[in-house]
């Protein structure tokens, strides 16, 4: 992350699976983009108290307008440099994204993504979890419907490899 980056757009309750043969299972986190690149933050310093009331918020925001480009009060650019100190965490530019799109299935609105990353081919499918399990894992149960399309659009308008 460079200094001048600002935050455009913070997702949380992200569902991420791999879209890979054979995978199974996925990770929560966090889905940032900045004026810059898009960020999956899985392991992050945020308190869990914040993290709770902001993914309620986030729902009650998401069914009055299904728009993705919104933005969480607690959590700014200072935060999301040092959650980014983990190298767990993905940080991609725009031009290591070689395909993005999105889907409305009818449990739920999913961001496909396919990057190249340290000399490997990734796939992956987004969903923003609306309500989850907790035992014997936790995973989402139900999913939101929502507009990807802004999300897509802001990250395609400044590619500069068009592939």
Known sequence: ??????????????????????????????LLLTNKHLMFIHKTEAKISWWKAITQ???????KSKNTIIRHDGY?????????EDDRNVELSFDDISSISYQEKDWGSS???EYQKDGKQEKFQYSIAQDWVKYPAKE????????????????????????
């Not at 455009?8 to 966090?30: D, P």
């Open 1 to 30: 992350m460079e200094p001048d980056e600002k935050i455009q757009a913070h997702l949380v309750s992200v569902w991420r699976e791999s879209k890979k043969f054979f995978s199974i299972g996925g990770r929560e986190g966090m």
């Open 57 to 63: 918020r986030q729902v009650i925001n998401l069914i």
């Open 76 to 84: 700014d650019e200072e935060q999301l440099m040092n959650d980014l």
């Open 111 to 113: 961001l496909l993504l």
């Open 140 to 163: 989402p149960t139900k999913y939101m419907k929502v507009d990807w399309e802004p999300f897509v659009k802001y990250i395609k308008d400044r590619q500069k490899l068009v592939k």
